[in-house]
């Protein structure tokens, strides 16, 4: 058989259309990793909180502070999982000084009970990561009657940040982060209904909480101007981790597969989903840099809505209304 019969052979054509496709896809899937942060910063027994620790990027993210010598809280609903991570984040650093701690952010009192015993364990915190988050849920509620996106997403951080406030400007400098979205970008703040109680759609309103989360981040920064606490958001990247667990739609479950699978090769891979996290946790560099959005570890423009600032100063009042009474729900158009 000549070279030319060889490569005329449509068994041979059909193979080298598989692997170029497949080479195709795997230059795709490596341009789409983003920025990763390669500099070998330590925080040697500097106190680290990580909520949503035991699954996705919040692995990854107590997972590369662990290497750091980070003395890290795996805050988690799951104590049951969050400890099999936390014996295997232990077994690959060597570092011993990682706990898991329970924190439901879907419960107002969860949060409470979570930041005493961690009060009761430490006298300072370094570094707060608001990690945790879910993605197109059904229409269900938190504990204290919060839509369960705008309940976990933003309502429990904000106040788990509010209460770990005096920890954090025990050891200034000290940083929080907080994991949002680009999904901010189409999303508005419903000031007449927040809770979703008129009408429900679950990205949109998955979309509101992440918009919640910049707005908080820019108000939060305003407030905290001098005191050495530094405050910054993120848009981690579209990766495949397990998110829209709670989801109960067909549509829902159709767009999971979709992300997990159809569309691999524009995922991020789950270790570099972390590392703009990691970049505004450890980076010498922003120390002092606060009230900012970050995505493959550089900084980004947020959406006009997420600029305005009577908007986070309302977002601001309401959320602590809401967290600071146990009976919001029952007030939520007062």
């Known amino acids: 058989m000549t070279a030319s019969e060889f490569f005329e052979n449509p068994f041979v054509i059909a193979v080298i259309v598989i692997v170029l496709i497949i080479l195709l896809l795997l230059l795709v899937k490596w341009l789409m990793q983003g920025g990763k942060y390669k500099k070998n910063t330590m925080i040697n027994g500097k106190v680290v909180i990580v909520t949503g620790a035991n699954s996705g990027i919040g692995v990854e993210t107590a997972l590369g502070l662990a290497k750091r010598g980070g003395k890290v809280y795996m ?7 969050c400890e099999k991570v936390r014996q295997r984040i232990i077994s690959e650093t060597k570092n011993k000084e990682i706990y898991a701690l329970k924190l439901d952010l879907a419960s107002l009192k ?5 930041v005493r015993e961690f009060k009761s364990r430490e006298d300072h915190l370094d570094i707060l990561i608001n990690n945790a988050g879910v993605m197109g849920c059904p229409r269900t509620l938190t504990e204290d009657g919060f839509e369960m996106q705008i309940g976990i997403n933003h309502m429990g951080h904000f106040l788990l940040t509010n209460l770990l ?9 000290s940083r929080i982060v907080v994991v949002s979205s680009l999904a901010h970008a189409r999303a508005k703040i419903k000031k007449d209904d927040l809770n ?3 009408q429900y759609e679950s990205f949109e309103a998955y979309g509101q909480s992440k918009l919640a989360n910049v707005l908080f981040t820019r108000e939060l920064a305003r407030r905290l101007a001098g005191t050495g606490v530094t405050v910054n958001a993120l848009h981690p990247g579209v990766i495949a981790t397990n998110i829209l667990r709670n989801t109960g739609s067909n549509f829902t479950t159709f767009f999971g ?3 997990r699978y159809v569309a ?9 989903g972390a590392q703009t996290t990691l970049y505004a946790a450890l980076d010498p560099d922003l120390v002092e840099v606060t009230g900012k959005y970050f995505s493959d570890c550089k900084l ?10 009577d908007m986070a100063a309302w977002l601001w009042d309401t959320s ?4 600071m009474n146990t009976n919001v729900h029952q007030e939520k158009h007062t």
């Open 165 to 173: 406030l005096d920890w954090l400007q025990k050891s200034p400098p």
């Open 264 to 272: 691999w090769p524009l995922t991020k891979t789950i270790k570099n």
């Open 257 to 259: 597969f979709i992300v």
């Open 75 to 81: 805050a988690c609903r799951d104590l049951k999982k």
């Open 320 to 323: 602590v209304k809401w967290t």
């Open 300 to 309: 980004k423009e947020v959406s006009k809505q997420a600029q305005d600032d």
């Open 110 to 114: 969860s949060i409470r009970e979570f």
């Open 196 to 198: 979703s109680e008129l």
